[in-house]
């Protein structure tokens, strides 16, 4: 009997998924890394008139409009001011591109499901459905986000349903 191939099988049978993680004030947050087209540094964009407070407007990046959402405006966490760690991660999601700002990016982690507990039923600034789980490496504890179910969800009005 053969075992070629079998370290391959285990790692793909195993479900470890990697996620990009990056921090909002004080908490530090995980989004599926295969979501993730590119990080770019922080410029102001052009402003929306009547846009939602935590859209911040929009850049043309490469011939692209994209909408730029501040997620410590959306999160409602306490107004940070905009740094050289400040940051945008360029989101590909259902064929949309969509900016969000960040405090600061962290890394790249692979969790594998063993690592990732379900989040506790809270009233949070996030909805639950939203939030996939709590992932924990030593002492971190991530906040793991369905990026694309909260960029699509009614209030963002970026990303249609399909």
């Known amino acids: 009997m053969s075992v070629v191939g079998k370290p391959a099988e285990a790692a793909v049978s195993s479900g470890a998924r990697e996620y990009l993680t990056f921090r909002l004030d004080q908490e530090e947050y995980g989004i599926d890394i295969l979501k993730v087209q590119e990080i770019r540094g922080y410029e102001p964009p ?10 911040k407007g929009v850049v043309n990046l490469r011939g692209t409009i ?3 959402v501040d997620m410590r405006l959306k999160f409602n966490c306490a ?3 905009y740094n050289s760690f400040t940051v ?4 590909n999601l ?7 700002v960040v405090d600061s990016v962290s890394d790249v982690m692979e ?3 063993d690592n990732v507990r379900s989040a506790p039923d809270i009233e949070s600034a996030i909805d639950n459905g939203c939030i996939v789980g709590l992932g924990s490496v030593g002492e971190r504890m991530l906040i793991l986000l369905d990026i694309e179910k909260l960029m699509s969800s009614v209030d963002m009005g970026l990303v249609t349903a399909e």
């Open 46 to 55: 052009t402003r929306i008139a009547n846009a939602p407070a935590f859209i």
């Open 66 to 68: 994209v909408p730029i």
């Open 79 to 81: 107004q940070a001011e």
């Open 88 to 91: 945008v991660i360029i989101l």
């Open 94 to 100: 259902r064929n949309r591109v969509v900016g969000i």
């Open 111 to 113: 969790l594998s499901p």
